[in-house]
């Protein structure tokens, strides 16, 4: 059992908790993740780890409401406790003063990124952080990326904030301005990640990418999270999730993450109609 310490809606659809789990605040390390069941009856959900404080055990995830899962969790407040929490899994960052590091997040990317910008200042890096969102209003951590980098750059797609474009237009920017680059990480929807490699390729960059795909057990067993590399089939739970973005087959990524959608679809309106018939009877109850 975990205790929900704090919780915040950073936007219309991404909202940040708190944990207390102390075990996983003194091991994890920037670019881990964990699993979190919210009941016996719950799917195994793998979340990053968005920042851990270990003097408290307080561990930060950050996560989108997509599905039934993510939807229930959204519900939940301080107080309330999930059946359990597992981690860290997977491969800490590679960390070293490469020089000077470009990082791409992606909506709710940026949560993740914000580790590996702590991480890689510390150890002496130069670091450049590119947030990216749909709109202005979906804006969020501007200032804690600012704390942990030398400079951001936020743009979204509609320019609503002044500043139209991708966080690959960005990226290419600095390419074209003849910024030295010696390492890129990108972390977001897949097709983004896709696209900052093909990006980078030409430039002989540097590229990691952090991996969000299908995920029961992350301990390597069960196979789902796959992907094909020169080196042969690697696991992002165990060999990831950060990897080579130039060794990786996106649009077979991309296939594979797409193959439950339909259920995922029937799984998340039934919870929608179930949650809608309990508001139902309440309210005939309390006016009974």
Same mark, same amino acid.
């Given at each position: 059992?975990?205790n929900i310490i704090?919780?915040?809606?950073?936007?219309?659809?991404?909202?940040?908790?708190?944990?207390? #789990?102390?075990?996983i605040a003194?091991?994890?390390?920037?670019?881990?993740?964990?699993?979190?069941?919210?009941?016996?009856?719950?799917?195994?959900?793998?979340?990053?780890?968005?920042? %851990?404080?270990?003097?408290?055990? #307080?561990?930060?995830?950050?996560y989108?409401?997509?599905?039934?899962? @993510?939807?229930? %969790?959204s519900?939940?407040?301080?107080?309330?406790i999930?059946?359990d929490?597992?981690?860290?899994l997977g491969?800490?960052?590679?960390?070293?003063k490469?020089? @000077?590091?470009?990082?791409?997040?992606?909506?709710?990317g940026?949560?993740?990124?914000?580790?590996? /910008?702590?991480?890689?200042?510390?150890?002496?890096?130069?670091?450049?952080?590119?947030i990216?969102?749909?709109?202005?209003?979906?804006?969020?951590w501007?200032? =804690?990326?600012a704390?942990?980098?030398?400079?951001?750059?936020?743009? @979204?797609?509609d320019?609503?904030?002044?500043?139209?474009?991708?966080?690959?237009?960005?990226?290419?920017e %600095?390419? /074209?301005?003849?910024? =030295?680059?010696?390492?890129?990480?990108?972390?977001?929807?897949?097709?983004?990640?896709?696209?900052?490699?093909?990006?980078?390729?030409?430039?002989?960059?540097?590229?990691?990418?952090?991996?969000?795909?299908?995920?029961?057990?992350?301990?390597?067993?069960?196979?789902s999270?796959?992907?094909?590399?020169?080196?042969?089939?690697?696991?992002?739970?165990?060999?990831?999730?950060?990897m080579?973005?130039?060794?990786?087959?996106?649009?077979?990524?991309?296939?594979?993450?797409?193959?439950?959608?339909?259920?995922?679809?029937?799984?998340?309106?039934?919870?929608?109609?179930?949650?809608?018939c309990?508001k /139902?009877?309440?309210?005939?109850?309390?006016?009974?």
């Open positions: 059992m975990v704090r919780k915040k809606q950073l936007n219309e659809v991404i909202y940040e908790i708190e944990v207390e #789990a102390p075990q003194r091991k994890g390390r920037a670019g881990q993740f964990v699993i979190v069941r919210i009941h016996d009856r719950g799917e195994r959900v793998p979340l990053t780890i968005a920042d %851990l404080d270990p003097a408290s055990g #307080a561990v930060t995830i950050v989108q409401v997509v599905g039934k899962t @993510t939807l229930e %969790l519900r939940l407040n301080p107080g309330d999930v059946k929490i597992v981690g860290p491969k800490p960052m590679e960390l070293d490469f020089g @000077t590091v470009v990082l791409l997040g992606g909506g709710c940026v949560a993740p990124v914000y580790p590996q /910008a702590k991480a890689l200042k510390e150890a002496g890096n130069k670091v450049i952080s590119i990216g969102f749909r709109n202005k209003d979906l804006v969020f501007q200032e =804690k990326m704390r942990v980098s030398d400079e951001v750059i936020v743009v @979204t797609d320019g609503s904030n002044g500043n139209k474009g991708f966080t690959t237009t960005a990226l290419q %600095l390419i /074209a301005k003849g910024v =030295k680059i010696d390492r890129v990480i990108s972390i977001g929807p897949l097709i983004m990640m896709a696209n900052t490699v093909k990006v980078t390729r030409p430039a002989g960059i540097r590229t990691i990418v952090s991996l969000n795909t299908l995920m029961v057990d992350g301990t390597g067993m069960c196979g999270c796959r992907v094909s590399t020169s080196q042969g089939t690697k696991f992002a739970c165990v060999d990831g999730p950060d080579d973005g130039f060794d990786l087959d996106f649009d077979e990524i991309m296939a594979r993450n797409r193959k439950y959608e339909p259920e995922e679809r029937i799984a998340l309106e039934k919870y929608k109609h179930e949650c809608q309990e /139902a009877m309440k309210t005939v109850e309390k006016c009974a």
